[in-house]
């Protein structure tokens, strides 16, 4: 029986982990990325999972010591500010057994997965500035490349993002779309050596501040802002 083909638009990290779970249920995936595809990978960018991605991703096989990889984290502390300008502890969480989160710099999350799917023979990129076009032939859905014949495929998945064109033409009617106003910043900090398992999360006058551990000297800082209005 001929394996069902699969066709996944989007580069992210959405795309890449379900390219990855796809060919590992031995099916061929085309992977449509753009040509910033990895661009972003040096960004201070980091990402906090639970227990169960965190498994989830172990079975992946993608990261050959997972454990130097993901921070974990034992503790979470919720603060809110006072009127006194004074920080209180409103909430906390302690694990023993099983951690509450694991971080994970989003470079290092990118890079490797990319470096997975290079060698993997059910996955194969391709370079596309847009999808200009998709048709559907019994039950099977083609997509028109740049250049090229039309590919089919058994299924296609949007990874893409509601900013994307070809998301809007599709889905215009099934969507909406919320913006709550807020801007986030974030940088990571280098420190001196502290048992760094806890993760903080501050919730100022419209505004939160989170700190991640990334490791015993490095802390990720997360800062969530209402923008201005003009």
Not at 89 to 116: C, G, P
Request: hydrophobic residues 35%; proline residues 2%.
């Amino acid at each position: 029986m001929e394996k069902q083909k699969i066709c996944i638009v989007g580069g992210g990290l959405t795309g890449l982990v379900t390219a990855i779970t796809l060919s590992k249920l031995n099916l061929k995936v085309d992977l449509i990325i753009n040509n910033s595809y990895g661009k972003n990978a040096g960004s201070s960018r980091t990402i906090a999972i639970s227990q169960s991605n965190y498994d989830f991703l172990r079975k992946l096989d993608i990261f050959k010591y997972p454990q130097k990889k993901f921070w974990p984290c034992t503790n979470m502390k919720l603060y809110t500010f006072t009127k006194k300008e004074k920080f209180i502890e409103i909430f906390a969480i302690n694990k023993i057994q099983k951690q509450i989160l694991y971080v994970i710099d989003n470079s290092t999350m990118i890079k490797q997965m990319i470096r997975y799917i290079k060698k993997n023979k059910l996955i194969t990129c391709k370079t596309q500035k847009k999808v200009p076009e998709i048709t559907t032939s019994s039950f099977l859905k083609s997509i028109k490349f740049d250049n090229q014949n039309n590919s089919k495929y058994n299924l296609i998945i949007f990874c893409t993002g509601n900013r994307s064109n070809l998301s809007k033409i599709i889905f215009d009617t099934q969507t909406f779309n919320h913006s709550y106003g807020e801007v986030s910043i974030t940088t990571i900090v280098k420190h001196s050596y502290v048992k760094n398992n806890t993760a903080r999360q501050i919730f100022l006058h419209n505004e939160i501040l989170a700190l991640l551990p990334v490791t015993n000297t490095k802390t990720s800082i997360v800062w969530s802002v209402k923008k201005k209005c003009c």
